[in-house]
Each structure stands twice: as structure tokens, then as C-alpha cells.
């Protein structure tokens, strides 16, 4: 997983990333927790879902927003750690000119970024949000949501109580096209034991797995 430095609207961020042998392979851009309460792109979550993403194919990056580990720049409340996550997705697609898919992955804070990032961001294909704080950020900017994806949650998170996470899913299921993977983890709060990060990977492989396979089955009925 080298390391790379690209340029951000703050100066430089710091950032892991793998690139796929296949030249047309989808990427994937992770997103960490909130960079004031010990968020980096080293968060055992993220870095589980790093590993899952490049073993299903994809090139895939994580870094640090502003002002975390050698990333440059300091936290700026959200709007500018937004238009980091835009700055890595121009790194992105930029060694992935011919990428087949792209796809946004976060974990609390970076799950709101994340979201914010699909609105600014039309041909973002698919999504998955772990722990978005609905509680403690509007998500109403997502009128209308511009893709379905997953959105996980722990049943018992002392932070972002789940009904406030489940009235987010069902006013985006009520949406024209948008199907939300919603689920569940019983007895997981905010944050997840390594048994509870292995449970998250793995439901966000399915989810990333069957859209996949419709994908495929879509371009070979063309």
C-alpha cells in the first residue's frame, strides 16, 4: 500500500493507495472519522474496508484530511475536509481515467463528507455509510439522492441513536430510484470491536458484490 501525497485545496494530503492491474477496474475513496476525536484514515473500520475493497478488485485510496498525520492544513468544520474528499476523487480519477465505477465509503464524519461529496459529484455510482451521524449533522441536502447504496448502523450507539438513522433511510427510500441497503449490527455502539469491524466489512462486501453483479449482467444484456 504505498504512500502517496497529492495536492489538496489546503496544501498536501497524505494518503494509502493501491492500483488495480485491470485498467478499467472501479475505484473506491475512504473517508475516516472526525479528525477532532482521533479520526485518520488508520481507523481500524477504514482500514478493514481498504483491504476488502482492493480484494474484490477495486483501486482504492484512504488518506488524511487537513491537518491529520502529514496531511497539510488545518480542520475547517467540515466544508473544507468536503472539498479534500473532492481533491482525492480528482487523484482518483486521474490514474483511473477508464474506471468502470466509482464508489464513496465512510465511517461517522466521513460518512456525512462522503454523503456531501456524492451531491457534488454526479457519476459517484454507489455508496456505503457506516455510523452517519444523522443525529448530529442535516441530511437534507440528499433531496434528491443521486444514487442508491448501504448505510450500517449499531443498534446501540450512544452517539447517533439508530431511529434517527432510520428516519434518514426511509425518507431516502421514498425517493424516485434510490434503494437504500439498510442494516442493523445488535448489541455494536459507535464504535466497533474488531469483531463488529469483520461483520461491517463483510455485509458492505455483499452489498458491493451484488451491485457488481447487476452492473455486469446490465452491460452483457447490452
Excluded at 456505503?128 to 450500517?152: E, K, N, R
Amino acid at each position: 500500500m504505498p504512500e502517496v501525497m497529492f495536492a489538496g485545496p489546503d496544501g498536501r494530503l497524505e494518503g494509502r493507495y493501491h492500483h488495480a492491474k485491470r485498467p478499467n477496474a472501479p475505484v473506491a475513496l475512504l473517508l475516516h472519522p472526525h479528525p477532532l476525536h482521533g479520526g485518520t484514515m488508520n481507523n481500524r473500520v477504514i482500514h478493514s474496508l481498504y483491504a476488502r475493497y482492493q480484494a474484490m478488485g477495486f483501486s482504492v485510496l484512504r488518506f488524511n484530511f487537513r491537518g491529520v498525520g502529514k496531511s497539510q492544513g488545518r480542520y475547517d468544520g467540515g466544508i473544507g475536509e468536503i472539498s479534500d474528499a473532492a481533491s482525492a476523487l480528482d487523484f482518483l480519477q486521474a490514474v483511473n481515467p477508464a474506471a468502470s465505477m466509482l464508489w464513496v465509503a465512510g465511517y461517522s464524519f466521513g460518512s456525512y463528507v462522503g454523503m456531501q461529496l456524492l451531491m457534488r459529484r454526479p457519476e459517484m455510482g454507489g455508496f456505503v455509510s457506516t455510523s452517519a451521524p444523522a443525529s448530529h449533522y442535516d441530511f437534507g441536502f440528499l433531496a434528491p439522492c443521486p444514487c442508491s447504496g448501504m448505510i450500517l448502523h449499531g443498534e446501540d450507539d450512544e452517539l447517533v441513536p439508530v431511529a434517527s438513522v432510520g428516519r434518514l433511510v426511509d425518507k431516502l427510500n421514498t425517493q424516485k430510484g434510490v434503494k437504500i441497503d439498510y442494516r442493523t449490527l445488535p448489541g455494536a455502539g459507535h464504535v466497533y470491536t474488531p469483531a463488529q469491524v469483520e461483520t461491517v466489512t463483510n455485509m458492505a462486501e455483499e452489498h458491493v458484490q451484488s451491485v457488481l453483479g447487476r452492473s455486469r449482467m446490465a452491460l452483457a444484456a447490452d
